[in-house]
């Protein structure tokens, strides 16, 4: 299994509060791994990114998405270490593509990350 599909399987099973629906990407490019919809009824949108060092890649397709959306767009990054799981917002792309996962993020571990979720409006 990729990283990246072991690190869906570990957001599903720690933030059961929102329906996550994973998202293909072949269909269009740069759309986000997940669409996801909170008890408030809103939706917002998760990109995963798996790195074994502090830097991070996206495509041209994924910045661009983020671009031009910039609410309730999010980046959830997993790299060794302390903190692993990080929170960042969509609107941070071309930060966090410059400066990689050493960028402050908006939150960090599962219990932090859920509580920003649930809370999207």
């Known amino acids: 299994m990729k990283p990246e599909s072991k690190f869906w399987l570990e957001v599903k099973k720690n933030i059961p509060e929102i329906s996550f ?3 293909e990407s072949w269909a269009s490019a740069g759309v986000p791994d997940l669409l996801c919809y909170n008890e408030k009824g809103k939706f917002f949108t998760i990109e995963l990114k798996v790195t074994k060092s502090k830097k991070l890649v996206f495509s ?9 959306h910039p609410h309730n767009t999010f980046v959830l990054t997993k790299s060794p270490g302390p903190c692993a799981v990080r929170l960042y917002e969509g609107s941070m792309i071309l930060e966090l593509k410059a400066r990689g996962v050493v960028l402050e993020p908006r939150a960090t571990g599962f219990e ?3 509580k920003i979720l649930v809370n999207v409006t």
């Open 60 to 68: 041209p397709h994924q910045i661009a998405f983020h671009v031009r």
């Open 112 to 114: 932090d990350i859920k």
């Open 21 to 23: 629906t994973r998202l």
